[in-house]
DNA sequence: AATATTGGAAAGTGATACTCTCCAAAAGTC
DNA sequence: GACTTTTGGAGAGTATCACTTTCCAATATT
């Protein structure tokens, strides 16, 4: 297909498709003659996940860049790829306390989690932490373990869920997952935290209560018994 | 004191304090004759949450502008904080097809939460369950389920230790609470995936690629013991 | 032959978040 | 009282980002 094509079916104009193109976001096409290119299905794919990135990720394109090389690094084997793209995912220029990075590796020991030292999302996690306590708010240490636990989680759900037949494959649905399921995360937390409130400071003037007030006794959310197919208690 | 001491005291450059005020993030200090102002506390407060907010929250200062806004609703009664902090936080253009709309809904019904049915984070979400959905990647209910009760765990533990006393200083902690305890939730899942993908993917050659390959701790060879809460599949 | 499309490059645009330069009034210093 | 410094305020300038526009000459299509 040429570009006027490729821009129909991926729904992105043609300037910025030649934008992305010179930005190296995109492989170029299949020159043919000096002044036409062919493109294919990976190109469309490619471009959507661009753009699924950039609108629902809110990564910035240089982001994208180094997360589309990643997927692109045919030598790294499968579990590199997951270090490899939170790499290319987060920012690089942190810095945090000792403080904070030795609560960082406690944690991490305590949840016996298998985190490469390297990692940058270390120091992340300890500079969130540090900017917290800048503010005055002190996250403690339950609270923490209860954000550990809630990530463990989700975290070895979403790794057991992905595929792992085709590399490239493999490869495209990490990245996606990552970086998709953290707004799906959130959106998640902010829902809950509302009903949460809604709990706990009381009666909504006008929120349609669907029910009787749930006498007294907040839903056990804590751990609220997975009711998984079959074995019901 | 003076601009330059709230300056000193914020660590925030004089320039960018007269823009802040200027954009009217900050309020006037109190004018002494017409080339002074005289701040205090409350502005070192203020700037410091600004900071928290752009720096760690990775706010942009108009959404910084919506929170503060809500901040200083002083006529808010507590319950009605969360949903309208969330409001300040979020995008507010956002679109969703109905069939998304719909599984939100459900998913809000099945864990029982009390939700605002006019709340944009129902929206928000289903936007993003659309753009995983564009991109070929279908988030299945019970991965949905489980980010759910990840999110109900975390969300509880954040209200419950919500201060109660002083208004100024609820709303303000719950504004930093829920922006800055996203990102650590976050950084703690990758964490967490990296672990998962550890345990799936086997044993890595080279943990630490950039740095020296530190003799120690060769991960477990083999298959490795998922020495986790069991939900690996 | 006339019209349309393409790849490629350069320049322009609009938003964001500052940062710099000026200024005259006031405060502090000698 | 002369001199220096600081301040509030306003405007212009800067850098980055993510495009979008304009232009071109070389093809393709009709």
């Given at each position: 297909?040429?570009?006027?094509?490729?821009?129909?079916?991926?729904?992105?104009?043609?300037?910025?498709?030649?934008y992305?193109?010179?930005e190296?976001?995109?492989?170029?096409?299949?020159?043919?003659g000096?002044?036409?290119?062919r493109?294919?299905e990976?190109?469309?794919?490619?471009?959507?996940?661009?753009r699924?990135?950039?609108?629902a990720?809110?990564?910035s394109?240089a982001?994208?860049?180094?997360?589309?090389?990643?997927?692109?690094e045919?030598?790294?084997?499968?579990?590199?790829v997951?270090g490899?793209?939170?790499g290319?995912?987060?920012?690089?220029?942190?810095?945090?306390?000792?403080?904070?990075r030795?609560?960082?590796?406690?944690?991490?020991?305590?949840?016996?989690?298998?985190v490469?030292?390297?990692?940058?999302?270390?120091?992340?996690l300890?500079?969130?932490?540090?900017a917290?306590?800048?503010?005055?708010y002190?996250?403690?240490?339950?609270?923490?373990?209860?954000?550990?636990?809630?990530?463990?989680?989700?975290?070895?759900?979403?790794?057991a869920g992905?595929?792992?037949d085709?590399?490239q494959?493999?490869?495209?649905?990490?990245?996606?997952?990552?970086a998709?399921?953290?707004?799906?995360?959130?959106?998640?937390?902010?829902?809950?935290?509302?009903?949460?409130?809604?709990?706990?400071f009381?009666?909504?003037?006008?929120?349609?209560?669907?029910?009787?007030?749930?006498?007294?006794?907040?839903?056990?959310?804590?751990?609220?018994?997975p009711?998984?197919?079959?074995?019901?208690?």
């Amino acid at each position: 297909m040429w570009i006027a094509e490729l821009s129909r079916q991926s729904d992105v104009p043609v300037a910025t498709i030649k934008y992305y193109l010179r930005e190296g976001l995109l492989p170029a096409g299949e020159a043919v003659g000096a002044t036409r290119a062919r493109y294919d299905e990976t190109h469309v794919r490619r471009l959507r996940l661009i753009r699924a990135l950039v609108e629902a990720g809110g990564l910035s394109l240089a982001r994208v860049r180094n997360v589309l090389a990643e997927v692109d690094e045919e030598t790294r084997d499968m579990h590199d790829v997951l270090g490899a793209a939170h790499g290319a995912l987060i920012p690089t220029d942190l810095s945090a306390t000792d403080e904070s990075r030795g609560r960082v590796d406690d944690l991490i020991a305590e949840e016996g989690w298998q985190v490469d030292p390297g990692s940058p999302d270390r120091v992340l996690l300890a500079n969130a932490l540090d900017a917290l306590e800048k503010v005055g708010y002190h996250l403690d240490d339950d609270l923490l373990k209860t954000y550990a636990s809630a990530a463990a989680q989700v975290a070895d759900s979403e790794v057991a869920g992905l595929p792992s037949d085709d590399r490239q494959q493999t490869v495209e649905t990490t990245v996606l997952v990552t970086a998709l399921g953290g707004p799906v995360l959130l959106a998640l937390r902010r829902l809950a935290q509302q009903s949460a409130s809604a709990s706990r400071f009381g009666m909504p003037k006008r929120l349609a209560p669907p029910s009787a007030p749930r006498g007294g006794q907040p839903p056990p959310r804590g751990a609220p018994p997975p009711r998984r197919r079959g074995r019901s208690r």
